[in-house]
């Protein structure tokens, strides 16, 4: 059985959460976006801002396709490798199976997380449906106070996403200024028409906004949006590295970190 660190997310009472004072609720957050639009980037950074608060947190890395795990960081910080797909195989997924399989980061003690390993594919584990997906994520929101979800981008034959659309308190979409997002939206919203998907709670957000892209420029591509990403290198760079967990500490930065801030208030 897989020991958790001291002072884990699954050893640490509740009293002991006394940071922080400006993160009052909690919940699932689900980010989704157009490829290329830094949605991984997203959630993995919101993730590691509530471990450093010290926040019990769980990260949910969707993608079965091209698996994330491996380009979030070094696997030399991770204490095993446990695999998502192992959960979604079984028959029922309990609360024991998930913990058992979640990994913890060796320096973010806060911070859970639970992905497709390097080499596997939705092809490597026997096909799940939706009610392992739903039952997943009712076992995160026991789990853990935050959950944070990072959805694959093509929701029609990706039932884990799809699901974590439906089931989030809130969801941040990603989009870049570009014709390739507008067209991708174009396709995608069609197929969340219904009574079971609640755009109320979807957050539009401008990403990787370079500094030359005016307001009214963002506005006539995109529409109305309710935060701005600005482009930062430093994230850039840790992207390339697969390094996204690591501090984000260069000038360039700031204006990221400020809006980043302002999300995680807003939808926590």
Not at 126 to 145: F, T, V
Request: hydrophobic content about 40%; proline content about 5%; overall charge negative.
């Amino acid at each position: 059985m897989l020991k958790f660190k001291k002072n884990g997310i699954f050893s640490r009472s509740t009293s002991e959460e006394t940071t922080a004072p400006e993160l009052q609720g909690g919940g699932v957050v689900a980010v989704w976006g157009s490829p290329g639009s830094g949605k991984t980037t997203m959630a993995v950074k919101i993730a590691k801002y509530l471990a450093d608060k010290k926040r019990n947190v769980v990260l949910l890395l969707c993608d079965m396709t091209a698996p994330m795990l491996p380009c979030i960081c070094p696997a030399s910080e991770l204490e095993c490798e446990r695999s998502l797909g192992s959960v979604l195989a079984a028959a029922h997924v309990t609360e024991n199976l998930v913990k058992n399989n979640l990994i913890t980061h060796k320096r973010l003690g806060y911070l859970t997380i639970l992905g497709m390993l390097k080499g596997e594919n939705e092809y490597t584990y026997p096909p799940y449906g939706e009610a392992q997906a739903r039952e997943l994520i009712d076992c995160l929101r026991e789990i853990a106070p935050y959950v944070v979800i990072d959805c694959g981008s093509y929701i029609a034959n990706d039932i884990l996403s799809a699901v974590a659309l439906m089931e989030a308190d809130s969801i941040l979409r990603l989009a870049n200024c570009d014709p390739k997002s507008v067209n991708y939206f174009a396709s995608q919203l069609p197929l969340l028409d219904g009574p079971e998907w609640d755009m109320d709670k979807q957050y539009k957000v401008a990403a990787n906004v370079k500094s030359f892209q005016a307001a009214d420029h963002i506005g006539k591509v995109l529409g109305d949006t309710a935060f701005v990403l600005p482009y930062s290198q430093e994230l850039e760079e840790q992207y390339l590295a697969g390094n996204l967990l690591a501090d984000l500490t260069l000038k360039d930065s700031r204006p990221f970190r400020k809006e980043l801030e302002r999300i995680i208030a807003e939808v926590f």
